[in-house]
């Protein structure tokens, strides 16, 4: 039996008054990393610093996607911002925390906790 992954990704962007919150959908490799990436850059030049990405709707993050979500924690701390992970799976949180993004960013089991700690 083959496992398909499909290359189709989206991330949809709600601003919000103290954040952005990014919802992925797909699987996060080279061009999903690159689409949270780009969107991140784009809201950090009007002025947002926090995001909460909300994985919920993707299962799979390859090594290439891990790595450009490392350069966005890298870029975040930077600037004094935070980034939060919401709805992982227990693989995906398991290799974040293998991988040390979660000494940089902190994972919340919803978009609503990440939401709560943030507004703190």
Known sequence: MEIKVSD??????????NCAVLRTEGYVNNLGGEKISEKVDQLIDTGITVFIIN????????????SILIEVIEKLVDIGGKIYFTNLTKTISKTFSIMGLTQFAEICETEDDAIKEVSK
Do not use: L, P, T
């Open 8 to 17: 189709a990704f989206d991330v949809k962007v709600e601003k919000r008054a």
């Open 55 to 66: 994985f919920e709707k993707s299962n799979i993050v390859n090594s290439i996607g891990i």
